[in-house]
């Protein structure tokens, strides 16, 4: 028994061993084949044809994973021309199937500058941490570093400054708003006084005219009876014409002014009777003498 389970195994690892040469031997032909193309690409990008070396990139790919040139080189040529996202995917695949750090620092490094390029700095930063953990001796990545993350803090003040400005602006509308509306109350608050004013205005008149005041019915009808009395006083009694027309304020009758120059008249021959006896009496009498 010991022995079938140990030709068995020995059988097993023989054919084993045998696949594992021919499956090496296949992987190192796609690769060779993968590698030719990936030069006749290099080729078609030296002479600017794009279009051509993007296709033989893609063969190339296609032919062997085990290619990282391609998709790198393909990446740098997406870089270039401004194509970052295609660029990002490229420099991602060649760096998760390098094996080797060399090429899994390039990578990294590229897809920092592709994060660098899209303003995304947190990102870059950590991609080129993991590009210096593969070669932390290159002093291009780690200025690199320096710069991504000094970007990476002015980003956040001004994302900082931003946000103040917002709250700023959102606590000046709400206090603008809260002053129309105190405004509004203010309004609405006079206009309410202003009608209970009138209100009561318009009660007080209407008490007036219940008490009898202010009623032009009745006064018209009261100023009707005295004009109508007076039409007819002439006719009611046989009084004197100086009765009948009464005096104005400080305006004497004709009677008053006869009476009054009688008045002055005699009081004026008073006056001159007194000057004549005063006159006779005032005489000098010359003394006869009796001897």
Do not use: C
């Not at 063969?59 to 040139?69: E, G, L, Q, Y």
């Not at 990578?107 to 995304?120: D, T």
Request: aromatic share 6%; charged share 40%; net charge negative.
């Amino acid at each position: 028994m010991h022995k079938i389970r140990l030709m068995f195994g020995v059988l097993l690892v023989t054919v084993w061993g045998h696949g594992q040469e021919e499956a090496e031997k296949a992987a190192e032909k796609a690769l060779q084949a993968s590698t030719d193309l990936t030069w006749e690409a290099n080729k078609e990008l030296t002479t600017n044809d794009f279009i051509a070396a993007e296709g033989e990139y893609r063969k190339a790919i296609s032919k062997s994973s085990d290619n990282t040139v391609a998709p790198f080189n393909l990446g740098t040529a997406y870089y270039n021309r401004e194509s970052f996202e295609e660029a990002f995917g490229r420099f991602k695949q060649a760096g998760e199937k390098s094996k080797e750090k060399p090429g899994k620092h390039k990578a990294f490094h590229n897809m920092g500058n592709v994060f660098m390029k899209n303003k995304e700095y947190q990102k870059a930063v950590e991609a080129y941490k993991e590009a210096l953990r593969n070669n932390p001796n290159d002093e291009e990545t780690r200025y690199n570093l320096a710069l991504a993350k000094k970007m990476m803090e002015d980003q956040q003040d001004d994302q900082n400054n931003d946000q103040n400005q917002d709250n700023q602006d959102q606590q000046d509308q709400q206090d603008q708003k809260d002053k129309n509306q105190d405004q509004n109350n203010e309004g609405e608050n006079d206009k309410d006084n202003e009608g209970e004013q009138n209100e009561d205005e318009n009660k007080d008149q209407g008490d007036e005219g219940e008490n009898g005041e202010n009623k032009p019915e009745e006064n018209a009808e009261g100023d009707g009876d005295k004009k109508k009395e007076q039409e007819q006083k002439p006719d009611e009694g046989d009084e004197p014409e100086e009765q009948k027309q009464q005096p104005r304020p400080n305006q004497l009758s004709k009677q008053q002014i006869q009476n009054l120059l009688e008045a002055m008249q005699n009081e004026e021959k008073k006056v001159q009777e007194k000057m004549e006896a005063k006159k006779v009496k005032g005489k000098k009498i010359k003394n006869e003498k009796d001897w």
